[in-house]
């Protein structure tokens, strides 16, 4: 059984930063497909489509067949544990910090057997367990072994939470604090345990629905800042940049139209302001603060999280210049994880389907609630996924547009959604 976490003691700054020991991260590029797999929740391995095998390690070719026809295929992770052994001594700098460390072989259901490494509530061999899929610290794919039935504190887990970036205890800056889902954002983040919760807002003198509801709760701390104001991001970051684990950048500006529909530039470029070069505004002064703080053990800068839209992947011509804002900060996002992951960062990008606010009223169901959004981020931040897709809209976006982007964009050009 897990013990509680209990909150980390304050660190002495008498003591000097440790840089971060990344674990091992070379990967083939076949293999990389079960990372890809992972960031998005998935435990995958290849399916030989000839003698239906399914194999791991990854190969070009089939164990049994040879046959070079294989698909990446979802699996159950059912298996049972056939042996546990505990790493001791290790000559990589990652491990060596982190020892002991629990290892098992794992029968899977479906045929291969795999070396995995083992939650601390997974029992003597044999025993029934079920493998999952996870990122560890360098971004890459590693296989875990869970036990069958988890306890209330399981996520509590210290090799657990080594792969995912549990806001329980952290301290996290949500960058706007005025939309409903800021809010939404801020209520989900204090429901999972953060320890503080700084919320950005501009304007202050704005009076919104739900703005003082969230300012007094005990864990919040209002704090002024405005992405289109470059002093005004880096006056916080002076303030608590060294302090904060995680960065949620829910900020936005939504406007509906396209290019011939309005003239001029001027909301075009608000949305761009915001949406891209806010994200890079706040990149540039708190990057740097992160990326210099991962290595704080359990009160360790973890996670960077930017909300982005599925209207990224391919635009949408009636919320044009909108769509095209989010695909620039989507590429930016992109720039930023790859910055990011030596330190052992992890980027979460969110693309939700359209929310339930004003700049969507006028688009039928289904639409994403703020509160479900909230729990989305939540959940990635806990699981340690890299890129999101809630609500139905975008999952049938996701699914269209891996199939054939450009079949998706005729057909967004024509009326459809």
């Known amino acids: 059984m897990t013990m509680p976490l209990m909150k980390p003691r304050r660190k002495n700054p008498i003591l000097r930063t440790r840089q971060m020991n990344l674990p091992p991260g070379s990967r083939g590029r076949v293999a990389l497909n079960l990372t890809a797999a992972a960031a998005e929740g998935r435990f995958e391995l290849q399916v030989c489509q000839d003698c239906l095998a399914v194999q791991y390690p990854p190969r070009e070719a089939c164990h049994r067949c040879l046959s070079a026809r294989l698909k990446w295929r979802a699996q159950s992770g059912e298996g049972t544990l056939l042996g546990i052994t ?24 479906a045929g291969p057997s795999l070396i995995v490494h083992l939650h601390g509530e997974v029992g003597d061999a044999p025993t029934a367990v079920r493998v999952g899929a996870r990122l560890d610290r360098a971004g890459q794919a590693v296989l875990i072994g ?4 988890g ?20 301290k996290v800056l949500v960058t706007d604090g005025k ?35 969230i300012a007094a709760l005990p864990q919040v701390t209002m704090v002024p800042l405005d992405l289109t104001n470059g002093r005004s991001v880096t006056e916080l970051a002076g303030e608590i940049g060294g302090k904060v684990d995680i960065v949620i950048n829910n900020a936005e500006l939504h406007r509906t139209h396209g290019i011939a529909s309005r003239r001029g530039t001027d909301v075009a470029k608000a949305e761009m302001d915001i949406n ?52 620039a900060a989507h590429s930016l996002a992109q720039c930023l ?31 994403v609630a703020p509160a479900v959004l909230a729990s989305a981020i939540v959940k990635a931040l806990r699981e340690g996924l890299e890129d999101v897709y809630p609500g139905d809209v975008a999952q049938e976006w996701l699914e269209r547009w891996r199939e054939n982007p ?3 964009e005729r057909e967004l050009a024509a009326g459809g959604s």
């Not at 990652?94 to 259901?109: A, I, K, M, S, T």
């Not at 306890?151 to 952290?170: G, N, V």
């Open 276 to 327: 891209y070069f806010g994200l890079l505004r706040l990149a540039q002064e708190f990057g740097p603060a992160l990326k210099g703080r991962s290595a704080d053990g359990e009160i360790g800068a973890t996670a960077w999280v930017n909300l982005l839209s599925v209207y990224a992947l391919s635009n949408y011509p009636s919320h044009g210049t909108f769509s095209a804002s989010k695909a």
């Open 146 to 149: 869970f036990p069958k039935e």
């Open 179 to 213: 939309t409903a889902v800021g809010q939404a954002i801020v209520q989900a983040l204090v429901k999972a345990g953060a320890d503080i919760v700084w919320v950005g807002h501009a304007e202050p003198w704005k009076k919104l629905p739900g703005f003082d509801d």
């Open 337 to 367: 994880r790859a910055e990011m992951r030596p330190a052992g960062i992890r980027v979460v990008n969110v693309f939700p389907g359209p929310i339930d606010d004003e700049w969507n009223q006028n688009l039928p169901p289904p639409k």
């Open 406 to 408: 450009k079949v998706l």
């Open 151 to 170: 306890t209330e504190h399981m996520a509590d887990d210290k090799m657990l939470r080594e792969m995912s970036c549990d806001p329980k205890f952290r």
């Open 86 to 109: 505990t790493l001791h001594h290790s000559n990589d700098p990652f491990f060596r910090e982190r020892l002991p460390w629990r290892l098992g072989l794992v029968q899977l259901d």
